[in-house]
DNA sequence: AATCGCGCCTGACGGC
DNA sequence: TGCCGTCAGGCGCGAT
């Protein structure tokens, strides 16, 4: 699933390909994602020429002089440059037509993404007026989280995956940073000291970069490429492994469903 | 302000 | 083999 690394992996695939063209149509086969793909950018997008490709926590930015295409790519959702006469499977959703024909095309199998449209400052808009800071941000460290969590209850794999305190960390990276650091992801929030937010957001941090760097060096090519394009392999050290033996200790890790999501930790290594 | 549960959707997987 | 139930999960939203 594209989590923050898959995005700006994805982002940094799509940008030569896309900025500076001019978008000549847009093709929805299936306007049913998470919200309908709205009839404003149908009529508006197509003519303008993309300016820039930015990432806002897991949304992708296309930015036109007259307004910004808000992209989302859910749990199952991925984009490729193509032809724009590349046959187009059922998942196909919706592609964005370039003039020198090739398209972005947005396949989706669950349709838990999103193409939105707005002619306001997008960081304005509704879906990412409330985010929290970028975790990657220069100048961002675990001070903030310290101070945002005192007095917080709840536990910090759910913590963390608040979007409003922190933006575009998913159930993944949050169990994988919290093994790094040590912490058990049933720890209240406010009940972390200072250092231990040091070394958490530090894990945050390096946890995000590596896999961002593993994505560039095994990018598959964003066009015209067979299957899922641009994703990696991640090399999880806790997600998924339940039952197997921690890599710092041998204990058999533990999986835990925390509200709706699983966790998964070493009762050993994480307390 | 913080927290909690719901629901969207479909591929994968396990059991029979 | 094939059918069916269950699970997974990002995340906005409404309720508390």
């Not at 063209?21 to 919200?35: H, Q």
């Not at 760097?213 to 991640?234: H, M, V």
Request: glycine share 10%; aromatic share 8%; with cysteine.
């Amino acid at each position: 699933m594209p989590e923050l690394p898959e995005v700006e992996t994805t982002r940094r695939g799509i940008e030569p390909h896309v900025v500076g063209r001019k978008v000549t149509g847009l093709v929805v086969r299936n306007p049913r994602l998470r919200w309908r793909v709205p009839q404003t950018i149908v009529r508006e997008l197509p003519g303008q020429t993309i300016q820039s490709v930015t990432r806002r926590g897991k949304y992708l930015l296309l930015a036109t002089p007259i307004g910004t295409a808000i992209l989302h790519l859910g749990m199952s959702g991925s984009l490729r440059v193509v032809n724009q006469n590349q046959a187009a499977s059922a998942y196909d959703h919706v592609d964005i037509v370039f003039d020198n024909g090739e398209c972005l095309r947005l396949r989706d199998p669950r349709r838990f993404g999103a193409l939105l449209w707005t002619r306001q400052d997008p960081l304005l808009h509704k879906l990412l007026k409330s985010l929290g800071p970028e975790p990657l941000a220069v100048g961002l460290d675990g001070d903030y989280l310290y101070k945002k969590t005192r007095g917080r209850k709840r536990g910090i794999r759910d913590t963390l995956l608040d979007s409003r305190l922190i933006a575009g960390i998913g159930n993944i990276y949050a169990n994988e940073a919290l093994f790094t650091a040590g912490i058990h992801p049933t720890r209240a929030a406010g009940k972390i000291n200072q250092s231990q937010y040091q070394s958490l957001f530090r894990a945050i941090r390096q946890t995000l970069e590596g896999a961002i760097q593993a994505g560039g060096t095994t990018l598959r090519d964003f066009y015209a490429s067979d299957g899922k394009p641009g994703y990696f392999q991640l090399s999880l050290k806790v997600y998924g492994r339940e039952g197997e033996p921690c890599l710092t200790c041998q204990t058999p890790l533990r999986a835990k469903k925390l509200g709706q999501r699983t966790a998964f930790y070493c009762p050993k290594c994480q307390r």
